[in-house]
């Protein structure tokens, strides 16, 4: 079982940056797939990007691509989520998700997908 505690959340101008990262309790973090999610009031939660158990492969959603970065340091249990060129649109709470997998490759982009959830970090992108 895994544990994970977003954190780096704020508000940000639009056309800025911000880092967020989840942090995993357990010894076995490089055993799942990680993955982060967003969720805005009144829509249903979405994929943002997720990364394969040894970093080697990462997936975005077509929103985020190029802006985005997802990287993972199993050292410290963490994975990140570098956001720039931000927009009003990215306005949401996002969660970072940990599914365990023997596949180390792979990634996955559905909610349904994953075991284990942080609580979330807000994100408020002003103009």
């Known amino acids: 079982q895994v544990q994970l505690v977003e954190s780096g959340g704020g508000v940000v101008q639009a056309g800025g940056s911000l880092r967020l990262s989840c942090v995993a309790s357990g010894r076995t973090f490089s055993t799942y797939a990680v993955g982060w999610f967003r969720q805005a009031p009144g829509k249903e939660r979405e994929f943002v990007a997720a990364i394969s158990r040894g970093g080697g492969t990462t997936s975005y959603a077509d929103s985020v691509k190029g802006r985005f970065t997802i990287s993972r340091d199993n050292a410290v249990n963490t994975v990140y989520l570098q956001m720039d060129s931000l927009k009003l649109e990215d306005t949401a709470a996002y969660y970072c998700?940990?599914?365990?997998?023997?596949?180390?490759?792979?990634?996955?982009?559905?909610?349904?997908?994953?075991?284990?959830w942080g609580q979330g970090t807000q994100l408020t992108v002003s103009s």
């Open positions: 998700a940990a599914r365990s997998t023997s596949l180390y490759d792979w990634t996955y982009s559905v909610v349904n997908y994953y075991d284990y």
